[in-house]
């Protein structure tokens, strides 16, 4: 049940650009992207429903494929301050009750 | 508005040793819920509250571990007895009426030797 995410990690230069993918055997109802910092509590950045939406904002966006169950997470000329570990969290219907199940994470490591 | 306020930041204990973690959601948030964060990995959901209630503690492994929520707002979950295995982050989070976004505290940091 738990997403699969990759790459499990990458290292960019301050203005690359990079893809995070996320993937789930499971019909979805949404998907949910966090940032964690080491030693620091994970802080949300987006949630995409179910209907193939995009979001996004600044530099950072995602997108949501409900058919194939994906959610892929997009940067784009990458700053200093997105180095860390990206966790999607998807949400199914499980027994009749959302649950928010997070994948391995992915660390991004962006070097000057 | 404060965020999700967890205490204490570390514990190092011994095994077989209690232990008790305390969350304070965000102020009208009815949905709390502790994760467990194992090193590399992300959050596990060890159960999760509507107000008082536990709707969800299909995860939560009752032989030691337990939890309260007993006014709807604050909560404990507690280690009892500890395990080597038990090492690792304890993370609290709440939502609002929609549940969808969740805020997560910092996180309490067990060692158990």
């Known amino acids: 049940q738990q997403p699969v995410q990759s790459p499990q990690a990458v290292i960019l230069r301050e203005g690359e650009d990079a893809v995070i993918n996320c993937s789930s055997s499971k019909a979805l109802y949404s998907v949910h992207w966090y940032r964690q910092k080491h030693g620091e509590a994970p802080v949300f950045l987006m949630i995409l429903l179910k209907g193939g939406e995009q979001k996004g904002h600044d530099k950072i966006s995602a997108s949501f494929n409900e058919k194939k169950q994906q959610s892929s997470l997009y940067l784009t000329a990458s700053q200093l301050s997105y180095s860390g570990t990206y966790f999607c969290?998807?949400?199914?219907?499980?027994?009749?009750?959302?649950?928010?199940?997070f994948g391995q994470g992915t660390r991004l490591t962006i070097n000057p | 508005e404060a965020g999700v306020v967890q205490s204490p930041r570390y514990k190092i204990i011994e095994k077989k040793q209690p232990v008790a973690f305390w969350c304070n959601p965000i102020?009208?948030?009815?949905?709390l819920y502790w994760y467990r964060q194992n090193l590399g990995q992300g959050p596990e959901l060890l159960i999760r509250y509507e107000n008082e209630e536990a709707v969800d503690d299909s995860q939560l492994p009752k032989d030691r571990f337990s939890a309260e929520r007993l006014k709807g707002v604050d909560s404990t979950l507690k280690i009892q007895p500890a395990e080597l295995g038990d090492s690792a982050v304890y993370l609290c989070a709440s939502s609002g009426r929609n549940q969808e976004t969740q805020y997560f505290g910092p996180g309490t940091r067990l060692l158990v030797l």
């Open positions: 102020s009208g948030h009815n949905t």
């Open positions: 969290g998807t949400v199914g219907r499980i027994q009749g009750a959302q649950k928010l199940v």
